[in-house]
């Protein structure tokens, strides 16, 4: 067994950390409501705006002396070395030895970016052409199904990474969809998923993008499979396939054997992680869709919060104080979750979207040299659309016993043209805010009451039922309109939002090992329905399911 190197100390025995011990000591009893009263410029003073993005931070759990103290913390852990590291291309991915690089396919200026002694810089740009051409053929209806009709559908199989970006992108970006092109995105290995898709659509005018960055993802290589024959079931012959199959994969042997033209595949490199991968050619059915002009805004709004990441003091970085708060609230005030509530239609799947790319990259146990953390790391994202929310979940955010600290993303400018319906979802935006911060006291509540004339019956018994604690915290992000550019800032935000915490809680948030038990497991419990005997070798739990569902679908006892 190889020892583990403990050299380093805790998170918990770093001095800034025991400090924050103290101020948080000095301060968690005090109310925002306070805070607000005593500082009239406190909401001016906790904001901070990045072109059109302005993140209001002022209804969180802080004073004064809170955002310095956490800065002292992120500088004890070295934060802008590792920042330096990973924008430079070092391999900070240590467990897969990698780099991790999504900001160099954003990268604008296109300064040299070496990875093992080669700039990487010309193959990026390479693979954004070959999309752009192809795109282009796709979109002005050159490019011909086998039998010589235009493209009006793309079905992107993929899941995960390879899903959930180029979707959330896809619906956020309606108002600059191509009119004769729908993207359509199978993921579930649950064949109904692929049949109700293919029900819809026609295999003359149908390209798939079999998007995988390994090229080994059974849901999406079973997919892929059922999705060829489909094709083929149609007059289209086995020469047909290129017209209708391009991949977008760093595994071209593995596309190769899938039956894939070298000419319709799409590269990008390890140093891409998979929930990192929408700014590489995991974007094409983005690019299909928008337009390359439009996909480049957005790589340009990402570069441009790169920038700001790289460039701004701790104290005024928007992903940093970001990060910060999370690790204020995870490790000092034990909240054990964080919420994501987009006030824009357009915006539903980026609550899914984040709760991948940060689960999966900080949602471990052991730090980057194999030691068990002796603290909380990353919380469970959730949420969904905030206005459905309110009329779900947010019960328990306003009056249940956990802290849920959330962001509110909300739009100014509406794509819709129903201004009074955008007024009334702002209105609910800020109202709930305020009211998580402020709540109500059993007097204001007696007053509300006497104001409003309503008699209710045994009102002392009630009363308490009516109190809101409020003091939750919440982050408020105002995009001035939703369009790719401040799409792409937004999500490069929380990308840089997310580094900063892994390296408080000193992660690799750029490997996933906890995904790869489940998935040897499968492959032995696959291989044993196929066996007529019933299966012993598992817990007596699994192995009765096994044989329950053995004998239910294929009659075997
Ligand atoms: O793009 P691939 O290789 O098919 O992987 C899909 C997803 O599966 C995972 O590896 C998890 O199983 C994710 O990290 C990744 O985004």
Redesign the pocket.
Known sequence: MPSKNNSKPSLTDLPAFEALEDHYNLINQLNMRHLFATDEKRGEKYSIKHKSLLLDYSKNRIVDETIPLLCDLAREVNLESWRDRMFAGDKINNTENRAVLHTALRNETNQPIYVDGEDIMPKINATIDKMEVFANKIRKGTWKGFSNRTITDIVNI?????DLGPKMVYNALKPYHHKNLTVHFVSNVDGAHIDDILEDIDPETTLFIV???????QE?ITNAHIARKWLLKSDAKEQDVSKHFVAVSTNIEEATKFGIDADNMFEFWDWVG??YSLWSAIGLSIVLSVGMENFKKMLSGAHSMDEHFKETPLEENMPVIMGLLGVWYNNFFGAESHGIFPYDHYLRDLTFYLE?ADM?SNGKSVDRNGKKVDYATGPIIWGTSGINGQHAFYQAIHQGTQMIPSDFIVSILTHSSHQDQHDIMMANALAQTEALMKGRTLDETYSDFVESKVKLENVEDRIHHMVFEGNNPTNTLLLTKLTPRSLGMLIALYEHKIFVQGIIWNLNSFD?WG?ELG?KLTKNILAEFGQPDPVTNHDSSTNSLINYYKSVVYGQD
């Open positions: 993929g899941i995960g990474g390879s998007s995988s960055k390994t090229f080994t993802t999406t998979g929930r991948q999966e996933q995904v998935k």
